[in-house]
């Protein structure tokens, strides 16, 4: 086996996933890109040591970055740096992408959230929802329907 198809020890790439992110937002769009990362934070993420809950991403002088994503830094990181863990981090997007999401999150009233993180042929790459917020009714709508689905399957599977 080649040392770049290494996985994780359950088989899978993913790094860290932002599972509020379906609770509080309608997700209508996901798309891929790229972070601009430190050595030591690479080192964190193949950790582990990452956390996406209350981080989101902004776009300023027409470039989006994610901001509030929390990378802990590993005490072997290094002697000669001072990590700052929450520091934003610039995401690599194709300008046409790029424009169109300045578009919808200006005019429309959208969202940009972080979703996943995970690696992909070595690299390391965020997954970004395009969203809109929930209302309290429509959050527990959501979980009734889950409920609902539960219940059902539970039924089928003893009936």
């Avoid at 994780?8 to 509080?24: E, Q, V, Y």
Wanted: charged letters at 30%; aromatic letters at 6%.
């Amino acid at each position: 086996m080649a040392k770049g198809n290494k996985k994780t020890s359950d088989g899978s790439s993913t790094i860290a996933l932002n599972k509020k992110a379906g609770h509080d937002y309608f997700i209508e769009q996901r798309l891929e890109c790229g972070l601009v990362l430190e050595g030591w934070e690479v080192k964190s993420l193949r950790a582990g040591r990452v956390q996406l809950k209350e981080s989101y991403v902004k776009i300023l002088h027409a470039e989006a970055f994610l901001i509030g994503a929390h990378i802990s830094a590993l005490a072997t990181a290094s002697t000669h740096i001072n990590p700052d863990p929450t520091r934003s981090r610039k995401l690599l997007l194709k300008r046409s992408e790029l424009n169109r999401l300045i578009g919808l999150t200006e005019r429309s009233g959208y969202t940009l959230i972080p979703t996943a993180l995970y690696w992909k042929r070595g690299r390391a790459k965020l997954e970004v929802g395009l969203a809109k917020g929930k209302k309290q009714h429509d959050k527990r709508a959501t979980e009734r329907d889950r409920d609902w689905q539960r219940e059902k399957e539970r039924i089928f599977k003893t009936g």
